[in-house]
């Protein structure tokens, strides 16, 4: 099954905000080892959407569109598929029925806005949507199949379920080449291909690709062998050789973000983290608190942005601040020690910088950054200069790279199990 | 000038993170006048980028390729471009001396894999990157100029402004029509649609359009008035109009993100502010400290997401907690008062709620959050019953809303120079 899928909206277009649903369906979609072949963004346009439907129903069996289906005349999904089909719009009784219901429900009349929702293309199947009011619809164009679901995420995603996915379960995915992925932390792209030399070859086997983001390198590794036995075996060698390689910035063959891989460390070795943050500016403790069930390993954080926070609420003293200054290693360890002492966490970390724009100096210039962690009173820290791409660079890879510091001492001592990345 | 947007990846493809590149550059075009007509992301498979580039060059003046001029084997936009341009590829003697140059200014001699950079496709034109190693390139593709960035962001920026955005200003865009911004939050797209009526009609003079993202409903209004002058009444009289029917929840005209619009107001008015955060753990005091120069308003916040932090940090009563529950206007209230009595600031904000996915309880279902202020020690407390959509959204929507609750609580006051919207 060749899978394009198609976003919607002016807004996406112009850039105010990122396409999103794309990436989720795809990621989905993956999950069922059927890969997206094309993506594409495009406006409000009713006669463009109509001509890309069309273009893209020749060379693709599913068409996923989202977005352009909502109660205002901006939304034009409805009528750029007709276009494209070559056929007209009617009312579906069945559609203004639940547009009504889900009113009802709510204790309001329907506006008359929301009867364009019920429009659907002659020929279309409707698909109902059970957490909003925009349904959605599935249409035979050319030979593809095109599914429209409406743009917000939570609706979206609860339509690619119900409907796409079921579909392409009952219509069989082609088999996909099997793959592994691998993910590092302070390792660059270069350093890499350096390391991994011919692996990397064009027509080596397994294919290896890379990709970075925040911080995060993210090696797949996909198979051509031709059995799923061969492939294996291939797969195998290639993730030993890569281990073998760059093992220090090894976190995890699974989960790609690091506040996961933490959170799940901290679980299995039954130990609870405090966070202290000047530069970050909580976005550690967010990070950690984004993983559900987090309340098991994170009782409470600190953003001491100011001094006199750093004092008053870490005990940081007030000469050591003067005589090395808010961003230093001594701080830090100071500001881990504080929040370890009044938590009673057994690890604790804490990150102190200069994120810019302002406030660098020759010799404290912006993207320095101090981290310290405190593990069972053991305290450990060190210094980074992140080149100064911008506040919110330094800020995200500084908690980044708080995180895997956290990870790597955790993973130091033996556990229950063994420490083996993953 | 028609422009379009190829991302190129295999992990974009895949999901696995989205494509920041495009919305960039794409506001960034838009500030110049040019709208972008088509954003496309694929994968790294030289064949179909080289198709892509062919089809998009025939319906387009400009098109921006951003990706796949790493040094590794899986980076084939020079090969695709030389491809689709028919002709072949030769190394670049500029290139590679630029590239040795920058590995001698790190003290390290150059990855024969970064050779690969230094290829392009004949008879483009070279474009020096001065922040990274990977070159990029302007060619001639039938009728349209191509340009290829690299895909990290801090490297397409700079690119992008030194060589795209100056060859538009030196190539001139076409005339844009004039646009407003309207910035909203807690109004939904139905609620709105009907409010403002035949004011959204396809053919209405200004076009109004909108869309919705973290709960920010955005406005645009395009004005097709034959002259700048008619443009502006027809804009004037439209956003009048729209301030008038939803005041409440206009907090912008200009800024998009709720927390610089707060930080303005904090400065503007010379109120500090603190933070205390249960289920949000650090996503507001993220989101203030994210504001370049935050420092000037922002001292201190509190992550207490345990019971014991709660009572420990903040000073809320184990009675209260006990009569009322954690997840309480009653203890938001406290968790305010605690972080304003310890911080000294004016402003307290609070946010204890159910982000899920468990938890919940018949009483205290999935999607509550209690938030509450404290402004010059005057306490107000509210609650919000937020859709079960998944923790991330509940959690993002409660820092938005806490956000926003800051911004009305300012704004009811007089302040110097007026206290309207922006």
Redesign the interface.
């Known amino acids: 099954v060749s899978v394009a899928i198609v976003a919607v ?12 649903n ?6 989905r979609l ?1 999950q069922l080892g059927v ?10 346009q009713e006669e ?1 959407l109509a001509a ?1 439907l069309l273009g893209l129903a020749r060379d693709h069996a599913v068409v996923v569109v989202t977005g352009g289906l ?5 939304d034009v999904t409805r009528h750029a598929a007709a276009r494209a089909a070559e056929t007209g719009l009617a009312t579906s009784e069945e559609a203004l029925e639940s547009l009504r219901r889900w009113y009802a429900g709510r204790g309001v009349e329907m ?4 009867r364009r929702q019920a429009l659907l293309p002659e020929g279309a199947r409707l698909l109902a949507n059970p ?1 909003g ?1 925009a349904p959605g619809f599935q249409l035979a164009l050319g030979g593809a199949t095109v599914f429209a679901l409406p743009g ?3 609706e979206m995603r609860v339509m690619l379920e119900r409907e796409v996915v079921e579909w392409i379960g009952a219509n069989g995915p082609a088999a996909r080449s099997p793959e592994r992925r691998m993910h590092f932390f302070g390792l660059s ?6 390391g991994v030399g011919p692996l ?3 027509d080596a086997e397994p ?7 925040d911080g995060v390198l ?1 090696v ?1 590794l996909r198979s051509r062998a031709p059995d799923p036995e061969r492939a294996r075996a291939s797969l195998d060698a290639a993730t030993a050789r890569l281990r073998e390689l760059f093992l220090p910035h090894l976190f995890s063959e699974d989960e ?1 973000r690091l506040e996961r891989v933490l959170a799940r460390e901290l679980v299995q070795r039954a130990t609870t983290i405090a ?1 202290a ?1 000047s ?8 990070l ?3 993983v ?4 098991a390993v ?9 001094d ?2 750093k004092r ?2 870490l005990g940081v003293s007030g000469a050591l601040l003067e005589r090395h200054g808010a961003v230093s290693r001594e701080v830090a360890e100071a500001m881990a020690a504080g929040a370890a002492e ?2 009673g966490a057994e690890l604790a970390v804490a990150v102190t910088g200069i994120a ?3 406030g660098g100096t020759p010799a404290k210039p912006v993207g320095l950054v101090c981290f310290a962690t405190l593990l069972s009173r053991e305290p450990r820290s060190t210094e980074r200069r992140f ?1 100064a ?5 330094v ?1 995200t890879v500084s908690a980044q790279t708080a995180l895997f510091l956290c990870l790597q001492r955790l993973r130091e001592r033996p556990a229950l199990g063994g420490a083996r990345p993953d």
């Open positions: 909206g002016d807004e996406l277009l112009a850039g105010a905000h990122p396409d999103l794309s990436p989720e369906i795809a990621r993956g890969d997206v072949a094309r993506v594409c963004v495009v406006g409000d463009e890309l909502g109660p205002t005349l901006d506006p008359t806005a929301n957490v009011t917000p995420p939570r792209e270069s350093l890499f291909a350096e990397m070859d064009r294919r290896v690709g890379c990709s970075v983001a993210t797949v790609p966070t943050e530069c970050t500016g909580g976005l550690v403790a967010a950690v608190t984004g559900p069930g987090a309340s994170f009782g409470e954080g600190f953003v001491t942005y100011s006199r926070a008053e609420r009044r938590t810019g724009p302002d080149p791409l911008g506040r919110d660079w800020r």
